[in-house]
């Protein structure tokens, strides 16, 4: 649906106001010189002059007040055929019609093409019935040099401008569909980041801080040695990964090699580590595998998984009793089963505070793939369950 182009002002456009005015001269010069369009029905020369001001104060007019100027505009034209006449005049009558479809309503921008038309039929074939020469279809080309010809140009420029508008209006909103894409992809990208990271070094930090602070709590050198071993060998891993995590940021080939994503093969090694930093807590880790090896999972999933147990692990290391804690893995025709069971009560020695980003976290890998998980008590309420279902199908998720 097309809009109207003429523009919200109150005042005059400048070059508007220059049109009228050299308009005015130019027939002025005219005027004097004495030339003329035709012999005119009264012998005073300067009654030309009349429409001839008329029509020049008409165009400040042109773009404000367009259909107006258009119709004073054609009563100033037929008053200058009982005169002398001024080509003036007739050159502005005919900016007039242009900007009347030009800067005018969309219905004017329809109707004055098809009046000046039939105006122009209407002249050639009544001048031709009046004055049966060949000659008189002569009054018709001029009607429509001065009224159908300006009225056609204005509708191509003014099919023109809406096109250009409307090029605008596209790149505009492509522009902005472009940029809330640009946004949500450096959102999910940072969502991304936050989780890789947060699954990284939660756990190294967790038995830092637990060691940490048994070993400044309990005067045994015994105990402080082994928190120490711990704590040290907690550091130099929670550094390679963050190294890890860092040269795939770079996306640079000057590191030692690629930043390969963690898989369900290196479980066995990141249940032993975690038994490893539970064991001063009276945790004991365990991993139930029941996978058939009927073939490799896809990589997102495998990569989920092994971030689900990691971050359920650090979990229980943060706020699990003493007792078993339990991972299993089951693999169906139709997805992969993670659970991960620890026990719920109270729990003696230091307690790391928890933010919920890691549960948050794993919901959020577990719904790009499509999956189900859920996090709470099971069992009567003894047991801190983790469970998630994930789809091994690759096209049921991105």
Known sequence: MSTSVRPHR????????LIGVVGLAGGLLLWAVGLHTQGGFFGAHWVA???????????????????????????ALVADQFTTGSLATVLMYTDLVYAAVVYGSP???????????????????GFF??????????????????????????????????????????AEQTALLA??????????????MARELHDLVAGHLSAIAIHSTAALSIDDPATSRDALGVIRHNSVEGLAEMRRLIGLLRDSGEDDGPAVAPTLASLDALVARARSNAASSGLTVTLDDTRARSGPLPAPVELAAYRIVQESLTNALKHAAPGPVTVRLDRSDTGLTVEVNSVVGDRPGPRVPGSGAG???????????????????ADGGGIWRVRAELPV??????
């Not at 940029?179 to 991304?192: C, F, G, H, K, S």
């Not at 199908?393 to 991105?398: F, I, K, Q, V």
């Open 10 to 17: 109150s005042r005059p456009h400048r070059q508007d106001v």
């Open 49 to 75: 002059l009349l429409p001839l001001t008329v029509t020049a104060a008409l165009e400040p007019l042109r773009r404000t007040r367009p259909r107006t100027a258009l119709a004073l505009g054609t009563l």
């Open 107 to 125: 219905a004017a921008a329809r109707r004055i093409p098809v009046v000046t038309f039939l105006v122009t039929v209407a002249a050639t074939v």
């Open 129 to 170: 019935a009046w004055l049966r020469v060949p000659e008189a279809l002569l009054f018709g080309v001029v009607t429509g040099l001065v009224s159908f010809a300006p009225a056609l140009t204005g509708v191509g420029v003014r099919n023109h401008r809406e096109a250009a508008r409307a090029a605008r209006l596209r």
């Open 179 to 192: 940029e809330v894409d640009r946004t949500r992809a450096v959102t999910a990208e940072r969502a991304r």
């Open 359 to 377: 549960l948050a976290g794993m919901a959020e890998r577990v719904k790009l793939l499509g999956g189900t998980i859920g996090a709470g008590p």
């Open 393 to 398: 199908e690759e096209g049921t998720y991105a």
